[in-house]
């Protein structure tokens, strides 16, 4: 049986919410701790159509991971984790840093999203 991450005391999870994730969207979220992206978590309020949405993570303007919104088998209450594709360094925030979220708005059909970023203190 596979073991739960259950995180640590040294977790801060961010959360947001983008109004429209299948359209181009930017949000992004002040940080108030130092710290390092860990996971991050996206639920859509309502099906996606026609294609998937990608949604980069960014670190100023460099990606450092991606979700994506698929619309296949989208329904409210759907959720996508967070694929990081940035180095540690790049994941790495100073308090008052902008964690920001950006929707290229590739599908159809308006849709809230909620994010949940977790960000482990240093």
């Not at 596979?2 to 109004?19: E, S």
């Not at 949604?55 to 209450?77: E, N």
């Not at 594709?85 to 920001?100: D, K, N, V």
């Amino acid at each position: 049986m596979p073991v739960r991450n259950l995180g640590t005391t040294a977790d801060h999870v961010y959360n947001t919410t983008m109004t429209d994730v299948a359209s181009p969207t930017i949000v992004s979220i002040p940080l108030a701790k130092a710290g390092r992206l860990i996971d991050g978590w996206c639920s859509i309020a309502a099906a996606v159509t026609t294609a998937n949405t990608i949604v980069s993570v960014l670190h100023g303007a460099v990606t450092i991971g991606t979700i994506t919104v698929l619309f296949t088998g989208s329904a409210s209450g759907s959720s996508y984790q967070l694929v990081l594709s940035g180095t540690e360094a790049q994941c790495t925030f100073e308090p008052g840093e902008a964690l920001i979220l950006n929707s290229d708005g590739g599908s159809s059909a308006v849709s809230a999203a909620v994010f949940s970023m977790v960000v482990r203190g240093l």
